[in-house]
Every structure is written in C-alpha cells, then in structure tokens.
Nanobody, 122 residues
Framework: QVQLVESGGGLVQAGGSLRLSCAAS????????MGWFRQAPGKEREFVAR????????YYADSVKGRFTISRDNAKNTVYLQMNSLKPEDTAVYYC???????????????WGQGTQVTVSS
C-alpha cells in the first residue's frame, strides 16, 4: 500500500504558476503509474496528467497540454505537477493517485491523496 499527501495548492491570479507536490509513504512510487486528477464544484473528477513508472512517458488532458508538466523523482518518492499560465477554469481540488495501469480513468487508480485546493482568480 501507499499513502499520498498533496501540497502546494493555493490562490493565484490568472496567468500565474503553481507547483503541486505529491509525497508518498509506504510502498515506493516507482512501483506505480502516477496521475493527477481534479474536481471542480458540481463537476465530475477529471483526468489531468499521468506519468509512467520511470518517468519516460507522460500524457496530458487537452485542456492542460502545453501549460502543465508532470514529473516524478522516485528517489524522493514524490510526484510533481508544474502548472503555468493558469486560468480560472483550472480552479479545482487537485488529487494525485497511484495505480498499476497507465490510464486516464480515475477508477483504474487504487490509491488517492486527500487533495489540495487550487483557486485561480480572474
């Protein structure tokens, strides 16, 4: 099992940047595909980005492609989401997740953090 804790959320103006971190404890994150998802009020949880076990392959939702970057440091047992050129529509609770399969579907991920709030003001 692995426990995930997100940090780095906050309030930022449109066009600004934030870097989210997801620290893992328990089993090493190198055993898992890691993903970031987000959920805005009244909306379903949506896929943001994922990264494979070694970090060699990444995949992004069209809505964040070119603005967000997912990365991982297996030595630190941490996954990151660098978010640039933020927009008000990026406002949501952001969750990191660990899974055994490379997927954009939330139900394919077995372990979840508690989430961190990102608010982008216009």
């Amino acid at each position: 099992q692995v426990q995930l804790v997100e940090s780095g959320g906050g309030l930022v103006q449109a066009g600004g940047s934030l870097r989210l971190s997801c620290a893992a404890s328990g089993r090493t994150v190198s055993s898992y595909v890691m993903g970031w998802f987000r959920q805005a009020p009244g909306k379903e949880r949506e896929f943001v980005a994922r990264i494979n076990w070694t970090g060699s392959t990444t995949y992004y939702a069209d809505s964040v492609k070119g603005r967000f970057t997912i990365s991982r440091d297996n030595a630190k047992n941490t996954v990151y989401l660098q978010m640039n050129s933020l927009k008000p529509e990026d406002t949501a609770v952001y969750y990191c997740a660990a899974g055994d399969y490379s997927s954009s579907y939330y139900y394919r991920y077995s372990y979840w953090g508690q989430g961190t709030q990102v608010t982008v003001s216009s």
